[in-house]
């Protein structure tokens, strides 16, 4: 089962940020958290990884709590090419195991 | 560069066929995994796939089965359909020396069992 809990879905008006939350109480000491996204009828796209600091990169900010408990994906400024499923994931395992295991994500719809 | 790459884009079999989908993994990457993709849902981890051996693998049943190729290559082979096999099937690569590598995910094989 998945490690994580999303709302199943979000609005969000084009052009302002994108807020995504996630909980992930029963995180392990030296699992990640990782954040990809899908858009329809195409593979999940990578967006973003942390550990315990905040991260950002061109696509997004992932902001962790302390505690490691939850996190939030931050989108600046969403466009309408941003309406996709949000996942994120706990990567199980140490090192590049290749398994991650999906819930069912956030659907994030941008609106004009 | 070419990314990660699968074929055929979609498929069409009917119960009890047998049928293999085909993975070319991004380039400099030797790693493959492979998921399922029910509709309106996550995708599913089947297995994975380094050095020509299955190294991890998901709760699929042994219908289900892989094979790497030496140019890192890989296949999913489904025998005994099932209407339930209806799925996308998702090919990622990522690169074993990488720590916490991002694994890359090509566009997926649209199987419908009928």
């Known amino acids: 089962d998945a490690k994580t809990t999303q709302p199943p879905s979000m609005d969000c008006a084009e052009g302002r940020a994108a807020n995504l939350p996630c909980n992930h109480s029963?995180?392990?000491?030296?699992?990640?958290v990782y954040w990809y996204r899908q858009i329809h009828s195409q593979g999940p796209q990578y967006i973003i990884h942390?550990?315990?600091n905040n991260e950002t990169n061109e696509m997004a900010s992932l902001i962790i709590t302390e505690d490691r408990k939850s996190s939030t994906l931050i989108l600046p400024h969403a466009t309408l090419r941003d309406t996709a499923v949000y996942y994120c994931?706990?990567?199980?395992?140490?090192?590049?195991?290749?398994?991650?295991?999906f819930g069912q994500g956030t659907t994030l719809q941008v609106k004009p | 560069d070419a990314g990660v790459t699968q074929s055929p884009t979609h498929l069409i079999k009917t119960r009890g066929q047998q049928v293999t989908l085909r993975c070319s993994p991004k380039s400099g990457h030797d790693t493959v995994s492979w998921y399922q993709q029910a509709l309106g849902q996550g995708p599913q981890f089947i297995f994975q796939y380094y050095e020509e051996e299955e190294r991890q693998r998901g709760n699929f049943p042994d219908r289900f089965s892989g094979h790497q190729f030496p140019n890192y290559s890989s296949e999913l082979n489904v025998n005994a359909l099932l209407l339930g096999d209806s799925a996308l099937y998702l090919c990622?690569?990522?690169?074993?020396?990488?720590?916490?590598?991002?694994?890359?995910f090509g566009s997926g094989t649209q199987l419908s069992v009928l």
């Open positions: 990622a690569s990522s690169s074993r020396g990488g720590r916490n590598e991002k694994l890359f």
């Open positions: 994931i706990v990567r199980v395992g140490s090192g590049n195991t290749g398994k991650l295991i």
């Open positions: 942390g550990l315990k």
């Open positions: 029963t995180i392990s000491g030296n699992e990640y």
